[in-house]
């Protein structure tokens, strides 16, 4: 079978695109943004339920929109998107070819088989059973069937990422070492790899429990199981997420790493250790040690903390370089001042930045603390929490990168571009503004997944205090907001790809490379040291006087909450 | 681009860190140890921990300890029709609590300042025991009987609500606990 060797080279960005990875990567893309679609309708349902003024679902439709609301965010969206993230990373940044394009097709399909028959079983309306799915809480056999096609159908695609990653090492596309961009792509792929393992051990056996040929699935160990994919699919998207911060620190600025070695010791750490994270979930369950609870949910002493506050300072410390050496070296913080706030690549990938380490990490911190998960458990502080890391964080990451991919990838110009200015401020901030609320309504002790917390005609109904009734209203509005953020990006996303003013290259064409070609990159020129910026023997001090900041927030919160989890009931 | 790119040095993990890094790294790792060691010093320190304590159990032998607890102890009825018997145990003592879809059993009296062995199950799916406006959480399994010794503060009524989703009347699932002087 002849080998497709055509690819192309894009005049804006100079990236070498793959003619099949390409058009993978573009179905992906549109893969991804219907889920997103689909999610966000479902919010609104969600959203104007929750505040309980309007209440606007009953009961049945509220936990199954609640439930199709979680899959297609958590899982089609993110992880459609994370493909075409991969075969960026493999393909265009390695200039390679695609390893075998007709099984990546194969499993493109598979996922979406995969997330039409978990959808059809939820719209069935008799698989209710939030993303979680606790056995032996049972959901029709198709929404572990659609899962496990899911999951299958994205294990292929990380084979075809590794696959072409071999491919671009034997045929010599690039020197050295991998970016450091497709480093952490591998870091994701890796975690992705370990995830669906965990989630074929456990939803395989439940899908022939709900079809009769297995009685009995234990509920701890389901939970326990089920969490080694649950938590880590989060852990992929942190690897990814972060991969896309450093991809957009080196578009818009041109920004070199700091050091490789600190990056890639921190993407190093993540492999090691973020997979323990299942714990989190358990930490108040019976049957389980506190040592296990302990050592698991630190992930072996918070070294994957750790990794995430390194990138925390490496991804805007490479920019401030960056910024510097362009001449924007006067005082703490000119580089920021004279970012490009106006363009929607970086805008949306600072508020990430920002909203994923000072609310999503910050607080994750608490919740995975094992006594402190006691006063915050199954509250509305755990989606308060998971919107700062995996909305704010991986999905307006995402969002940003799209406007880089619309003209490169899609060759359109992005529409409204006025508009596009403003949606990651609208978006990212309405959503931050959630997380935030929706945290202040969980530290009163409002729960998650529940229906109506003013217990109408309950013969014993709970009176929660005014401040969380006014938290969870603040939350309605500010998801509103978020709403319109993401419509915005919709229409943007939507419009550019199947109406926007296509860019036309003179002569453009596909061009078939010859075999065995190392088209070698243009080395980045060697910079040993960055010269006289900076200031206090600093290259990047504006970055770390942030850095203190962010730690001083998180050394207070944390001892807040001890103080807090000192006032309630002895327990032993 | 050079994040995109190869690293330039073929030999980069020579290249030496910068001074913020370093500082950066050293601060951040001692903070992580701090939060690690945090949870072994609540143990020994602190007073709000769970316990260890848990046990397979078969619901129906589970159910039978609570009825057994609720013919010794019973004081009341309450929830008009629904009869949900409220029961005061001595100090000290083995309380059962059921939780099964969509109800708790029983009302739990307890007394201020005296110390009680609570032991938690479900009947059937997973339930959350949600202690409010305490706002304790602790998650409630069938087949595993958690034991967690409890001292309730000030007197007052406090409620419990269900906050493991549980289905359709999952937000119906409340009861109350009363601590008397």
């Known amino acids: ?113 995969g997330a039409l028959v978990n959808n059809y079983s939820v719209f069935r309306g008799d698989s209710s059973v939030m993303f979680t799915s606790y056995a032996p809480m049972g959901a029709h056999p198709t929404f572990y069937l659609g899962l496990i096609l899911f999951a299958v159908g994205a294990l292929v695609s990380c084979f075809v990422f590794l696959g072409t990653l071999v491919v671009a090492r034997a045929e010599r596309t690039y020197r050295g070492s991998i970016p450091l961009v497709t480093f952490g792509a591998l870091t994701a792929c890796i975690i992705a790899i370990f995830t669906i393992a965990a989630g074929a051990i456990i939803l395989i056996p439940t899908f022939f429990w709900s079809v009769g040929l297995i009685d009995h699935i234990d509920s701890l160990m389901y939970k326990t199981v089920w969490w080694a994919f649950g938590h880590s699919s989060q852990q992929i998207n942190v690897a990814a997420h972060v991969s896309v911060w450093y991809a957009v620190a080196a578009i818009v600025f041109g920004a070199k790493p700091m050091s490789e070695k600190v990056s890639r010791g921190a993407f190093l750490l993540y492999i090691f250790f973020l997979q323990l994270a299942s714990a989190h979930h358990l930490l108040v369950d019976p049957g389980l040690t506190s040592n296990w609870k302990i050592f698991n949910t630190s992930y072996a002493m918070y070294l994957a903390v750790l990794a995430s506050m390194v990138h925390g300072l490496t991804v805007p ?77 991986t999905t307006l990451a995402f969002m940003g990168l799209t406007y880089f991919l619309i003209p490169v990838l899609f060759r359109r110009e992005v529409m409204f571009p006025g508009m596009a200015k403003w949606q990651p401020y609208v978006f990212g901030l309405g959503m931050s503004a959630v997380s935030l609320f929706l945290m202040g309504a969980g530290t009163l002790g409002v729960p998650r997944r529940h229906w109506d917390i003013s217990f109408a005609g309950n013969p014993f109904p709970y009176e929660f205090p005014g401040a969380a009734w006014l938290m969870m209203a603040l939350a309605g509005i500010s998801g509103l907001i978020a709403i319109v953020g993401g419509g915005m990006y919709l229409l943007i996303t939507v419009g550019s790809v199947f109406l926007g003013k296509k860019i036309v290259t003179p002569g453009f064409q596909h061009v078939r490379a010859r075999e065995n070609v190392a088209a070698i990159p243009a080395a980045a020129p060697v910079i040993t040291s960055h010269g006289s910026i900076g200031a206090g023997g600093m290259v990047a001090p504006g970055t770390f006087v942030l850095a203190m900041v962010f730690l001083a927030a998180f050394v207070l919160y944390y001892f807040i909450n001890w103080k807090y989890l000192s006032t309630v009931w002895p327990l032993k | 681009m050079s994040a995109l790119l190869p690293p330039a040095e073929q030999v980069w993990w020579k290249q030496p860190l910068d001074r913020v890094e370093l500082i950066w790294i050293v601060i951040a790792l001692i903070w992580c140890l701090i939060m690690f060691f945090m949870m072994p010093y609540w143990h020994i320190y602190g007073k709000q921990n769970l316990s260890n304590e848990a046990y397979r159990a078969r619901p129906e032998e589970y159910a039978k300890k609570a009825e057994d607890m609720i013919a010794k102890y019973k004081v009341r009825e309450e929830g008009g029709d629904l009869k949900v018997p409220v029961v005061h145990p001595p100090a000290g003592s083995d309380v059962y609590l059921i939780a099964r879809l969509w109800s708790w059993s029983p009302m739990l009296e307890l007394e201020a300042g005296k110390s009680y062995r609570i032991h938690l199950m479900s009947m059937d799916w997973l339930h959350g025991f949600s202690l409010q406006p305490e706002n304790i ?42 601590v008397v002087k």
Not at chain 1, 10 to 33: D, I, N, Q, T
Not at chain 1, 330 to 349: D, E, H, I, K, Y
């Open chain 1, 317 to 393: 410390g490479a920019i401030e370089v960056a910024q510097r050496e362009k001449g924007h070296n006067q005082g703490l913080f000119t580089w920021l001042r004279r970012a490009p706030w106006g363009n929607p690549v970086f805008s949306a990938m600072f508020i990430s930045l920002i909203g994923f380490g000072f609310l999503g990490g910050i607080s994750g911190v608490m919740m995975g603390t094992e006594q402190l998960n006691m006063i915050i458990h199954n509250t509305i502080y755990v989606p308060g929490h998971f919107h700062a890391t995996v909305v704010v964080g």
């Open chain 2, 137 to 178: 959480n602790i998650q409630v399994h069938p087949g595993y009987e958690h034991v967690v010794t409890v001292t309730p503060g000030s007197p007052g009524t406090y409620s419990i609500i269900c906050n493991e989703y549980c289905g359709i009347n999952h937000h119906t699932m409340t009861s109350r606990l009363y």
């Open chain 1, 1 to 113: 079978m002849a080998v497709n060797r055509m690819f192309r080279t894009c005049p804006a960005s100079g990236l070498l695109f793959h003619e099949p990875a390409e058009k993978l990567m573009r179905f992906h893309a549109v893969a991804a943004v219907v889920s997103l679609l689909i999610g966000g309708i479902l919010a609104i349902g969600v959203v104007l339920t929750r505040w309980q003024a309007i209440h606007l679902l009953p009961p049945d439709l509220f936990y199954q929109v609640l439930t199709a609301h979680g899959l297609n965010m958590l899982v089609f969206w993110i992880i459609f998107f994370e493909m075409a993230v991969l075969y960026f990373a493999g393909s265009t940044l390695l200039r390679s070819r695609l390893a075998t394009p007709r099984i990546a097709w194969a499993a493109f399909w598979l996922m979406v088989i």
